[in-house]
């Protein structure tokens, strides 16, 4: 058994993490923010999310990757954002400023009593929140369950308490969705603030994209009523 964890971390080392990613992972486990690395959880295109030990318990540890490219294409969602004017163009610096978004963004949904993970530390592209599941199990994503009425009720309450506090999702699909007793949102990187110029472009994209969805399901809305709800 522990030879085979210690084979396990070796590959997950040497494939998955970067060396800027170990080192910082190595100062998170000095200050005890991390003690022990698990598992990935999920492996996307984007970003590795990995199950770990923290001081209180299970912790989630989201790592951006570096090396994609794929953030240069994202630069609309970061350039539109008053709080991130700044930026300078290399990849890594936007793939810390996505990292520092999301983080800014888990923060701004427990201020507003928004159902999504608590954010815990951030540190270049590294975002640490709260793990949500069962045990070492994360909940299932929407797209992995039979969705009902209630759970559009709870995506629509906790989508327009982030509108109230001048925030929008981005990217809410079935994928960044997590079902437990209730919903919770994820995958905050993409969120703007409404002074975005975008901001309600990419409102009416999130909202159309769940409609749509629970059309499928045979459950039914209408956009314009469900835009009504959040916005009014
Ligand atoms: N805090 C968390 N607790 C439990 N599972 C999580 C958590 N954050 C992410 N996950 C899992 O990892 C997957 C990918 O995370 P996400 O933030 O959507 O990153 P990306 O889509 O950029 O790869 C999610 O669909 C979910 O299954
Ligand atoms: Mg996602």
Redesign the pocket.
């Known amino acids: 058994m522990a030879e085979y964890r210690e084979k396990e971390r070796w590959k997950i080392e040497s494939k998955v993490f970067d060396r800027s990613s170990l080192l910082i992972l190595n100062k998170l486990m000095g200050k005890g923010i991390i003690e022990e690395m698990e598992y990935p959880?999920?492996t996307?295109k984007?970003?590795h999310?990995f199950l770990a030990k923290g001081a209180e318990g299970n912790i989630?540890v989201?790592i951006y990757k570096i090396e994609t490219g794929i953030f240069v294409r994202k630069e609309k969602y970061i350039a539109g954002d008053p709080r991130f004017k700044k930026i300078k163009k290399s990849e890594r610096e936007y793939v810390y400023a996505f990292a520092r978004k999301e983080f800014r963004n888990l923060e701004m949904c427990e201020r507003a009593g928004v159902s999504a993970?608590i954010p815990i530390y951030q540190i270049k592209n590294i975002v640490i929140?709260?793990?949500?599941?069962e045990g070492d199990k994360?909940?299932p994503?929407l797209i992995e369950c039979i969705p009902e009425k209630k759970d559009m009720e709870e995506i629509i309450e906790n989508t327009k308490k982030m509108y109230k506090k001048g925030l929008v999702h981005g990217d809410l699909s079935p994928?960044?969705i997590?079902k437990g007793n209730k919903i919770y949102l994820?995958?905050l990187g993409q969120g703007v603030v409404l002074e975005h110029p975008h901001a309600k472009d990419f409102l009416e994209r999130d909202l159309k994209n769940l409609v749509r969805y629970f059309k499928k399901n045979g459950i039914e809305y209408e956009f314009e009523e469900v835009w009504k709800r959040v916005t009014g």
């Open positions: 959880i999920s996307g984007e970003a999310v989630a989201k993970p929140m709260e793990f949500l599941g994360a909940y994503r994928y960044n997590l994820l995958d």
